[in-house]
């Protein structure tokens, strides 16, 4: 093919749990043209779940397959590409072979993502197509992708996400996971939904919230649409729920040869269908709403927009930012945190941040973890006064916060665990199987977060707002207050000698008092 008849034009290749995907698309005019698609069966994610890990066997056929789609991009003239990988490798204990093997025989770089990075490009498509679509109605949301292995579920409330949850759950997992049992009962149904109610036990969508919409999608979502008469209109299926309802009863009490007789379907998509199902069920049972929204969303469409429009990139990362400070807020209102508190730390913090780039060279994602630090820090004195820190830290590394991985979240749970009494040290085994980029990225942004504790120690908010000034050996913080100000200097005093340590330069608090 003529290269040149394909310029910006762009490549994703999708390793999923049941299938290799990969889209070609082009921009044309500001819009996003497919060009081409391909899906290759496999089963991966039936590997992973079952044994564990994924077979030499299939890693050949992946990297058969893998060759010929790179065969398919060169033709196009494709010139930028993105291979991703989602759950089945993800789980995989053999994963690092199968990178290494995919590397070596096709010269692909995968990125792995994580499960909340996964969701997360997926909401924020979800929520554009919506928003274009006016579909909400005023009031809460629940969102929920089903994939093959795990489900992800988060609260919007009309301007934000304001709880985010990822289970280890999936269609074909929970059928992996429960066939044993199928086979010893006539009452399968009744086990499979005691199950998931144990297992999506979730209790903040369950706090009195009056959800009014569902947004369900994933790899079944096209199939139960059809089943249940749904036409697809603006990029979207709307499905009463009684069809659903009605359509799980149908099923419950057949097994997948007769599922699959009676729907015309394969035996495989009837097993999948049986247990999508059972979660969407599950999950329409904690709403009130009358609908199910189910656009045709898939991981490809946020990722394909990002490297072809220049733009969006900022409009994703500034999507992540706002709904992960409305998520940290809630948890941290959940815990009963000072918002006046929280709110002066982090407004010092991040004015020390910005006025300190030179110093520190970290980016807009680094701010964003101080600024959750800053939200969640005092969490851990609901659960001990004594043992604060510990709790914070313990609390933080193990949240849900939206758009944030587990890699992110100990991150925060590092930079919250320190006061005044105490600082990293750089030695303790906490951080040996970190790297030293990272460990020193803690340690920077500690230095500055024990700095903004420092001054509102006494969780008074004495000194609301600070001016900054940096000179070559010497960060001036100046404030100006009528209050008694000694607590908050004794703090700051306590924690200028490691930000010292850190950054070289010493950090001096100037207090001008004011006449009331």
């Not at 069920?281 to 990002?306: C, E, H, Y």
């Not at 009963?336 to 780039?357: L, M, N, P, W, Y």
Request: charged residues 20%; proline residues 2%.
């Amino acid at each position: 093919m003529n290269k040149k008849k394909f310029p910006k034009a762009a490549a994703v290749i999708d390793i999923g749990s049941s299938a290799l995907k990969m889209r070609i698309s082009q921009l044309r005019k500001g819009e996003i043209v497919d060009l081409d698609q391909l899906v290759y069966p496999l089963s991966l994610g039936h590997e992973v779940f079952t044994t564990g890990s994924i077979s030499f066997e299939s890693v050949r056929t992946l990297t058969e397959a893998l060759a010929g789609f790179k065969n398919l991009i060169q033709e196009y003239g494709v010139t930028q590409w993105q291979v991703v990988a989602t759950t089945a490798i993800r789980e995989a204990s053999n994963r690092a072979f199968v990178l290494d093997q995919i590397r070596i025989k096709n010269g692909f770089s995968v990125r792995v993502l994580e499960d909340a990075e996964e969701k997360t490009l997926i909401y924020s498509e979800i929520l554009d197509l919506l928003n274009r679509t006016g579909d909400l109605t005023e009031g809460y949301s629940l969102l929920s992708y089903i994939g093959s292995g795990t489900l992800g579920i988060a609260l919007h409330d009309g301007q934000n996400m304001v709880y985010s949850q990822n289970a280890p759950i999936g269609a074909l997992k929970l059928h992996d996971m429960l066939a044993s049992i199928e086979e010893q009962t006539e009452n399968f149904d009744q086990v499979l939904e005691e199950y998931l109610r144990a297992m999506l036990n979730y209790r903040p969508f369950e706090m009195g919230h009056d959800i009014v919409n569902i947004i369900l999608t994933g790899n079944e979502a096209e199939m139960i649409a059809h089943l249940c008469h749904a036409e697809l209109e603006e990029g979207r299926f709307k499905i009463p729920v009684k069809r659903i309802l009605k359509l799980y009863q149908g099923i419950s009490k057949m097994t997948s040869s007769k599922i699959a007789l009676h729907y015309q379907l394969s035996e495989n998509e009837a097993d999948l269908l049986y247990s999508a199902l059972a979660i969407y069920v599950r999950l329409i049972r904690l709403t009130n709403a009358g609908f199910v929204l189910s656009p045709k969303i898939d991981l490809w469409d946020a990722l394909m927009r990002q490297m072809l429009l220049p733009k969006q990139d900022a409009v994703y990362f500034e999507h992540v930012r706002s709904n992960a400070l409305a998520c940290a807020q809630t948890i941290a209102s959940d815990y009963q945190c000072s918002q006046a508190h929280t709110q002066v730390v982090r407004t010092i913090a991040g004015e020390i941040f910005d006025r300190t780039k030179p110093l520190h060279g970290m980016d807009r994602k680094q701010r964003l973890l101080l600024d959750l630090a800053a939200v969640l820090h005092d969490c851990g004195h609901f659960v001990s006064v004594k043992q604060h820190l510990d709790a914070t830290f313990d609390l933080i590394r193990h949240m849900g916060i939206y758009g944030m991985t587990d890699r992110d979240m100990l991150r925060i749970a590092f930079v919250a665990r320190y006061n005044e009494f105490y600082e990293p040290q750089l030695r303790d085994p906490a951080f040996q199987q970190m790297s030293e980029h990272s460990v020193t990225e803690i340690a920077k942004l500690v230095a500055i977060f024990r700095l903004a504790n420092a001054l509102d120690k006494s969780q008074k908010q004495k000194i609301p707002q600070v001016k900054v000034k940096l000179s070559d050996q010497q960060l001036t913080i100046s404030a100006q207050t009528n209050e008694n100000v000694l607590l908050e200097q004794w703090a700051f005093a306590q924690c200028a000698g490691f930000f010292a340590d850190v950054f070289g330069v010493k950090p001096v608090l100037k207090i001008k008092q004011t006449l009331i």
